[in-house]
């Protein structure tokens, strides 16, 4: 039984982390794309109730937090989302699982804002522009593992002056006077320049370079 203990840890230490991020669609990351300019009704964003949840993970735990939104809009013409743009606050960025322990809390918000990750003293915004929006199709062999997606949302990410295309299923409502869009999935921060440690060779120093990513927008007519 401790040979086969010895044999899981050494798996788990020296081949990967065994803290994964948490199961969710992988988005897909492309060059980025040409934005439009949206058409039709502007839909404010509500930044009282609209926030950025993110999950990070290392071989010996994981922690969880937040971050605000400053700003943004959607526009919808004939019942389509037709673009829009978020401004998301990188000085907001908050840690809540540590809430206990006020030092290590204050030390991982503060490394988390430093230069070896998102440095928002240089880079204090983070910007999402809609490129598409389209009903989710299904396809075969290509489960979603977001439940109740409706939509597959296509945008540039723009992070530390890096822009991508990402594209991710979400579930979007649209109602006469506002839009509630959700949306969960794992992303790589290195393609973002944020590699710092990322490097596998690590083992329990290794901070695992697929983050969690959750939106919760709220946005009124």
């Not at 065994?18 to 060059?31: F, I, R």
């Not at 926030?51 to 922690?63: A, R, S, Y």
């Not at 509630?180 to 120093?205: E, H």
Request: overall charge positive; some cysteine; proline content about 2%.
């Amino acid at each position: 039984m401790k040979k086969i203990l010895w044999i899981f840890l050494a798996l788990c230490y020296g081949l990967t982390a065994c803290e994964q991020a948490p199961k969710a669609d992988k988005a897909t990351v492309t060059d980025a794309q040409t934005v439009q300019a949206g058409t039709g009704s502007a839909f404010l964003l509500d930044t009282t109730l609209s926030h950025v949840e993110w999950v990070g993970t290392k071989p010996t735990g994981k922690h969880h937090g937040t971050l605000q939104l400053s700003g943004g809009a959607i526009y919808v013409q004939d019942s389509l989302i037709t673009g829009g743009q978020f401004v998301v606050n990188m000085y907001s960025l908050k840690n809540t699982d540590l809430a206990a322990d006020t030092a290590m809390k204050n030390k991982l918000e503060n490394e988390l804002k430093g230069a070896m990750f998102f440095d928002v003293k240089k880079y204090p915004a983070a910007t999402f522009e809609i490129t598409r929006v389209t009903p989710l199709q299904a396809i075969a062999g290509e489960e979603v593992a977001f439940i109740g997606a409706t939509h597959t949302v296509q945008g540039n990410l723009t992070l530390k002056a890096v822009t991508k295309n990402i594209s991710f299923p979400a579930r979007i409502i649209l109602q006469d006077d506002h839009i509630n869009a959700l949306a969960n999935f794992n992303i790589d921060r290195t393609l973002w320049g944020i590699s710092y440690r990322a490097d596998k060779s690590l083992q329990d120093k290794l901070i695992n370079s697929q983050v969690n990513i959750g939106f919760n927008i709220t946005a009124k007519r």
